[in-house]
């Protein structure tokens, strides 16, 4: 059986039902990937920051550059190393050494700052939380960078856009 979520992405409905993070008594554990197969995984992420006209003006005139250096070269570390540092983050996510990681930053046609990060790996488990947390760490350091011209920087959205390999592929339409 499928069901539409959010009108945005389908999933087989018996394959979500449960949290997979609990034990039988209720009480948290990591899920145990130790019998399962490795395949090849891969997730998409993207966040999306609204800045100030001000701000933005101001990243333009400079080639988005600041006092602390250029605003999207410093994000795309930043979400690098958050991506690798996932496990240390998030509790009961699995440490993992991921094959690759790949940020792209860009302004679209709204003058947002959109982030993508894409992380892969050949595992027993996904990649989807490290993919979110390297555009989640990403934003926050352009907010980091740009903060002294504005708090009115908005990180209007954090997503997932596709996961592939495991149990459930996953495309947000």
Known sequence: MYSCQNTTSVVKKEDMSEFTHLNKKGQPAIVDVGGKSVTKRKAVAQAIISLPDNVLEALQQDDFKTKKGSVFQIAIIAGIMGAK?????????HPIGLDNCNLQIELNDQNDIVI??????????????????????????????????????????????????????????
């Open 85 to 93: 540092k996932t496990s240390e983050l998030i509790p009961l996510c």
């Open 116 to 173: 993508e990060c894409t992380a892969s790996i050949e595992a027993k488990t996904g990649v989807e939380m490290e993919a979110l947390t390297g555009a989640s760490v990403a934003a926050l350091t352009i907010y980091d960078m740009c903060k002294a011209l504005s708090h009115d920087i908005v990180i209007k959205e954090i997503k997932l856009i596709e996961k592939s390999g495991g149990k459930n592929d996953f495309r947000r339409a």
